[in-house]
T-cell receptor
Framework: GENVEQHPSTLSVQEGDSAVIKCTYSDSASNYFPWYKQELGKGPQLIIDIRSNVGEKKDQRIAVTLNKTAKHFSLHITETQPEDSAVYFCAPIRPGGSYIPTFGRGTSLIVHP | GAGVSQSPSNKVTEKGKDVELRCDPISGHTALYWYRQSLGQGLEFLIYFQGNSAPDKSGLPSDRFSAERTGGSVSTLTIQRTQQEDSAVYLC?????????????FGSGTRLTVV
């Protein structure tokens, strides 16, 4: 199965700083790369995704970049706000087979006001 | 409804009892997944339903766990003879079509506590 690792496991920043979370994966056939945000007491919520034919995608303060050669993709959050504090998960998927993604272990982002 | 609905939101049960957890996916979503999340941990895959195909049960941790999906919509996860290690948040997610690689929409989960 796919090996997925996220780094760092915990990230603490000051409000207004940028935050970057990296996800490495092992299956070169993976072609869909989403990021989920999980707030306390809630289920994960899809916040941004990218497909293998695109290198970068932006949505306001968040962006995802993909390096297929190196098999990693990253979540970038600019101008962080306290409400960005949450656990973030990556979950790459490969086509075919079971279509069941392997989730990373999560990154806890803490934004200090 | 607009989102994935799970019930109950919280369940406390005695060790050895059976429990049923319910998931109402988004209407029209053909793919439905159950995950388990222990305190401070990541998401552990349990079972996956896709349309009328046989479910992928490869993630079920023991034969005490089972799930069904009736009419391609509502799903029930059943845990028999609950143990304390079953305590976790059980999350359900649905997706329009697995083949097109859409992201999941998760419910808020059922927090199960076995005492």
């Amino acid at each position: 199965g796919e090996n997925v690792e996220q780094h760092p496991s915990t990230l603490s920043v000051q409000e207004g700083d940028s935050a970057v979370i990296k996800c490495t994966y092992s299956d070169s056939a993976s072609n869909y790369f989403p990021w989920y945000k999980q707030e306390l007491g809630k289920g994960p919520q899809l916040i941004i995704d990218i497909r293998s034919n695109v290198g970068e995608k932006k949505d306001q303060r968040i962006a995802v970049t993909l390096n297929k050669t190196a098999k990693h993709f990253s979540l970038h959050i600019t101008e962080t706000q306290p409400e960005d504090s949450a656990v973030y998960f990556c979950a790459p998927i490969r086509p075919g087979g079971s279509y069941i993604p392997t989730f990373g272990r999560g990154t806890s982002l803490i934004v200090h006001p | 409804g607009a989102g994935v609905s799970q019930s109950p939101s919280n369940k406390v049960t005695e060790k050895g009892k059976d429990v049923e957890l319910r998931c109402d996916p988004i209407s029209g979503h053909t793919a439905l997944y159950w995950y388990r999340q222990s305190l401070g941990q990541g998401l552990e895959f349990l079972i996956y339903f896709q349309g009328n195909s046989a479910p992928d049960k490869s993630g079920l941790p023991s034969d005490r766990f089972s799930a069904e999906r009736t009419g391609g919509s509502v799903s029930t996860l059943t845990i028999q003879r609950t143990q304390q290690e079953d305590s976790a948040v059980y999350l359900c997610a649905s997706s329009p079509d697995r083949a097109l690689n859409y992201g999941y929409t998760f419910g808020s989960g059922t927090r199960l506590t076995v005492v």
